[in-house]
């Protein structure tokens, strides 16, 4: 196999390993990784506290109502129960009772308000506590994939390195420093020439250099430096 052939080769095992340890980087990152998960945990919480604070404010205005109601039994003994025959102790009593109903509308109407404001927030609790349920097993489930994605990267990697160890063993030792010292400067080492045409700088070359090039032995490209593969 001609040399130049075996280096493009070395290449393409150097580019995937290359993106492999990219990706496994990649998922490593991944892993543990909630932001999303704590942020949602989060907002759960804050809403907790507000539906505890909206239960407060229920038992407070049931309270107050039933205090009020109280008032207005009270009242409303001493205005019919006969006992008092004074006519303006007994219209102060009905100013009385007009205002404690008054208030005691008034109050209802909070405690309404106050009952629909925390059903409203226990529903959408409920909603957003099985959404987070459904996105944290979905997490789960993809932290499962990483560690799985993981492991095949890690075996690929493995693979791909033992692979190259054999090609470099094959390709004569002068080549390699050469491939490994363009690499080093250029990153991409060896450029195929199609049409006569470098494809990594995409300069015409020479005749002189494509017959050199043609015989399968490293010729570097005169503008970028790269070694020439024709296939």
């Known amino acids: 196999m001609p040399v130049t052939k075996q280096l493009y080769e070395l290449q393409e095992i150097d580019t995937e390993i290359e993106h492999a ?46 205090d009020t109601s109280s008032k207005i039994k009270a009242v409303e003994e001493q205005l ?3 006992k008092i025959n004074n006519p303006k102790e007994l219209g102060n009593l009905q100013h009385e009772m007009n205002t404690l109903k008054g208030f005691s509308d008034e ?54 390195t033992e692979n190259r160890k054999l090609l470099v063993s094959q390709i004569d030792t002068t080549a390699v420093d050469l491939y490994e010292k363009v690499r080093k400067q250029k990153k991409q080492a060896v450029a195929r020439v199609e049409q006569g045409i470098c494809r990594a700088c995409r300069i015409s070359l020479s005749a002189s250099v494509l017959q050199k090039a043609r015989g399968g032995q490293p010729v570097q490209c005169g503008t970028c430096g790269r070694i020439l593969f024709i296939s």
Do not use: C, P
């Not at 944290?136 to 990697?157: C, G, M």
């Open 21 to 66: 340890h990219q990706t496994l980087d990649l998922k490593k990152g991944q892993v543990g990784k909630r932001e999303e998960l704590d942020a949602v945990q989060k907002k759960l919480a804050a809403d907790e506290k507000v539906l505890e604070e909206l239960q407060h404010k229920r038992r407070e205005a049931e309270s107050e109502l039933d």
């Open 80 to 82: 019919y129960g006969g």
């Open 107 to 160: 109050q209802e109407t909070k405690a309404l308000e106050a009952i629909e404001s925390m059903e409203a927030a226990e529903n959408a609790l409920a909603a957003a506590n099985e959404d987070f349920k459904k996105l944290e097993a979905e997490w789960q489930q993809q932290q499962k994939q990483l560690k799985s994605d993981i492991e095949s990267l890690n075996k690929t990697i493995d693979e791909l």
